[in-house]
């Protein structure tokens, strides 16, 4: 028989997969061109298939709710690990610098090869992940480097240090943002705001590998982000090499990120939010928390492009928008909350 909270957590996840069902039932159907379920189901399984409902699942709707999905899992899965990490429940991808950081790696790529970006287009979608966790991890670096004192990790200088270098970094992506062409430009103006508008096949085969070979890591290191809760005298004392797994974790989280950022532009708060959210509805052990943080994560991200995309249509506002108008206000209720 289940405990009361394993049967919790149960519900929860049920919870989840039935509400993320329902959006993207929504979300197949539903827009400026709309079908029917069993319009869908006959496009899918090659039942009488049509050119047009082809073209709008498998080249528009479908992509973008991959996307969504694998952006919202990652960001909500980094967000654990940070918070678990720092210990500090205001800790988050964006806050931290690391969207920055991924941001200014993939935009020196873009500032180098504009132009020609059409041309590079399978070399460049598999190598924007690349630069991506090359600028999130030199960010994470330097927020670690400032953040350390006497042999340990100051959380509160650790949140602190990444708004000012996020501040810095997004500057440094601003100009050179502002040095490319129009067309290059229009194209990372509308990636900064958080946007997957632009979501196709070819961004899947290339942020796929890095949930594949991270995401295990993460979830397999549950029991460490519990041991981090306490005093880390006392995490060293169980025998746990305390700097080791750190940099393991931070590593793993950054890689995830700059995967997500690569392909959605900076899109912040989901890594704040939903971790909050797992641990009150589960509690806060991690093997609780990172699977329902995944969940949600990805109820909210394609719940948001949902909204994003039908709003305003035809008009279609960033992604990053919808997630920022939640993201804020929880936000200052949690430096409220931790003011109180």
Not at 95 to 108: D, E, F
Not at 275 to 303: C, D, E, S, Y
Not at 305 to 311: E, Q
Request: glycine share 10%; aromatic share 10%.
């Amino acid at each position: 028989m289940f405990n009361s909270k394993e049967r919790q957590f149960r519900a929860v996840i049920a919870t989840a997969a039935c509400l993320l069902g329902i959006v993207l039932y929504f979300s197949l159907t539903y827009g400026i061109f709309t079908i029917t379920f069993r319009e869908v189901i006959n496009t899918l399984l090659r039942i009488e298939p049509a050119k047009e409902y082809d073209l709008l699942l498998f080249q528009f709707r479908m992509p973008r709710i991959v996307i969504a999905a694998l952006v919202g899992a990652g960001l909500g899965l980094a967000g654990v690990v940070l918070q678990g990490v720092s210990r500090n429940g205001l800790a988050d991808p964006g806050i931290l610098g690391i969207n920055a950081g991924a941001g200014l790696g993939i935009v020196l790529f873009l500032f180098f090869v504009q132009g020609n970006y059409t041309a590079l287009c399978w070399l460049a979608v598999l190598a924007m992940p690349l630069f991506g966790l090359a600028g999130g991890l030199g960010a994470m670096l330097l927020v670690w480097l400032f953040s350390w004192e006497n042999g340990r990790l100051n959380s509160e200088r650790f949140l602190l240090t990444g708004i000012a270098i996020s501040a810095g970094l997004s500057a440094a992506s601003l100009y050179l943002t502002l040095k490319m062409n129009p067309a290059d430009f229009h194209m990372v103006a509308v990636w900064h705001t958080g946007s997957i508008w632009n979501a196709n096949w070819e961004f899947i085969t290339a942020t796929l590998p890095w949930f594949v070979l991270l995401v295990p890591i993460l979830v397999c290191k549950a029991s460490v982000l519990d041991l981090f809760q306490l005093e880390i005298s006392s995490v060293r004392s169980l025998g746990v090499a305390v700097e080791k797994e750190q940099i393991i974790l931070l590593l793993a989280s950054t890689g995830l990120v700059g995967a997500c950022v690569a392909v959605a532009g900076n899109i912040s708060f989901v890594g704040l939010i939903i971790p909050h959210i797992a641990k009150r509805l589960v509690g806060i052990q991690h093997n609780r928390v990172i699977p329902t943080a995944i969940f949600l994560g990805m109820l909210l991200v394609v719940t948001a492009d949902f909204a994003a995309k039908n709003l305003f249509a035809p008009a279609e506002i960033s992604v990053g928008i919808v997630i920022s108008l939640l993201g804020i206000p929880y936000f200052i209720y949690l430096l409220y909350k931790a003011k109180a």
